[in-house]
């Protein structure tokens, strides 16, 4: 083989290592069996604001150039005695893990960062009720455009619009779900309610299961939705929870996000493909 092909092997393997490195769930273990802590969360996500408010100290733990053990050493360093050797342990284990950016080592840490407050839902026997009121809360952001204006505006303090989370979730949300959508202003994935449905998402997933969004004209009985639930789990192979969206624009029939897939069984959908196909 020659010198080219193994400097091409060499770089390619990096660019493998990287990829399988960037995995957002690459760190979960550390919190597979956690024992409950109330600050957790809130440790992490300050940890996250921190490293997002410095490109060098967020570059200095990620950097791949340095040797592991000097990017452990400045994790305890840094957050020693500062937050919880809970939130210590994760960042650390973080840290010795192969990033491609130091973007995705924050990622990284504010995803353990929700998992930590849905877990703490998860003991209180509250992680569903969590989950079906962050979804609901992010449906009716994204179907509000004043209030997801409201929400998303930058110009505006933030503390000012976590208020205006409080307002309208106080007493008619667990306390779980009140924590992550006041997080969820910051909007990280874009949109406010798209940050929620990533969170959505991820509890979904601690708990091996996926989310199907069924957008019907009118809302279906709780036979309907069992009926549902129990193909989709056939088609997917693992545990489908329905969320369902009453939509007027669907008309009639159902459509169904699973994933990165779409079924679409709906009035509007055949009379959209069949304007396409006229025009």
Known sequence: MSLGEDTRLSVLDGVLDDQ????????????????????????????????????????????PGSPEGARRGLAHGVLDGKVSAGAVNVVVEAAAVRWPSGSTFVAAIERQAVRAELLKADAAEQVAETEDELFRFARLVASNPGLRQALGDRTVGLEHRQALVDDLLAGKATESAIVLARRAVLARERTFDATLEGYVALAAEMKNRVIATVRVARALTDEQVRRMEAALTRQAGRRVDVQVVVDESVLGGVRVELGDEVIEGTVAGRLDSARRLFS
């Open 20 to 63: 399988v490195n960037a995995r957002p769930g690459l760190i979960d273990r550390v919190l597979s069996r956690p024992t409950p802590v109330e600050n957790l969360a809130a440790d992490l996500f300050s940890v996250v604001d921190v490293l997002t408010s410095s490109v060098a100290l967020r570059r200095a733990l990620s950097d």
